[in-house]
């Protein structure tokens, strides 16, 4: 019998999903926590569990922490990024901490459902379009992490399609200054204008 684990701090959520899974799953025990951390993990590090699909913006849990204790913990188990948060950025922190899946709980339920069958049977679930910018978002790591509020402040109104001077007035600060940061925005995303950056911005969820 495969066992799955539900971790979400909303009741109708966990029921929700419980009840689809157990429409396409047979032979299959759901057991459903809506609080964290001490049963939950005391739970997974007892009890054998193929798969635990969890919400991370719980209000016990802060982002990483269900990914990080059950590696240090050694629990073996598959998990699925269950999330209501757009930001890839996020998203790939998840992957990197350890998730098999990150699914966004506004795309299509099918999506939700492909990515459980997948985590079962031990495959890895991405819609391509969610690969693509995961290779970006992996490709820009370093710099985004180091990428200034000021610089992130100035995307914005690039995107907005202000010139300089009318970022400088916004902002309050000079011309050159804001010249400035633009070049280093050019050198860390490795391009060559203005609208391939601002791309890149949106498109890694740097701005919105």
């Known amino acids: 019998m495969r066992k799955i684990v539900i971790f979400d701090s909303q009741e109708l959520i966990c029921s929700g999903i419980k009840a689809y899974l157990l429409q396409h799953f047979s032979d299959t025990e759901i057991t459903i926590f809506e609080e964290y951390p001490a049963k939950l993990l005391t739970f997974l590090k007892e009890n054998h569990t193929d ?3 969890y919400e991370p913006a719980s209000p016990e849990l802060s982002n990483l922490e269900i990914e990080i204790a059950i590696r ?3 629990i073996e188990t598959i998990t699925i990024c269950y999330t209501s948060d757009f930001s890839q950025w996020r998203q790939l922190h998840h992957l990197r901490a350890g998730a098999h899946s990150v ?3 506004y795309e299509p339920l ?3 459902l492909y990515a459980v069958e997948c985590a079962l049977s031990g495959k890895i679930y991405h819609p391509q379009t969610k690969i693509n910018v995961l290779i ?3 490709r820009y790591y370093d710099e985004l992490k180091q990428i200034s509020q000021r610089e992130v402040n100035i995307l914005e109104l690039m995107a907005e399609g202000l010139c300089a001077k009318e970022i400088g ?3 309050e600060i000079t011309t050159n ?3 400035w940061y633009k070049k280093n925005i050019l050198n860390r995303f490795e391009v060559t204008n203005e609208t391939k950056a601002v791309a890149i911005a949106f498109r ?3 701005i919105k």
Do not use: S
Request: with cysteine.
């Open 51 to 53: 798969l635990l699909i």
């Open 110 to 112: 099918d999506h939700f």
């Open 169 to 171: 007035q916004k902002l």
């Open 204 to 206: 890694t969820g740097l």
């Open 136 to 138: 970006e978002l992996a």
């Open 72 to 74: 240090q913990m050694g």
């Open 103 to 105: 699914v966004c709980k």
């Open 177 to 179: 200054t804001v010249n």
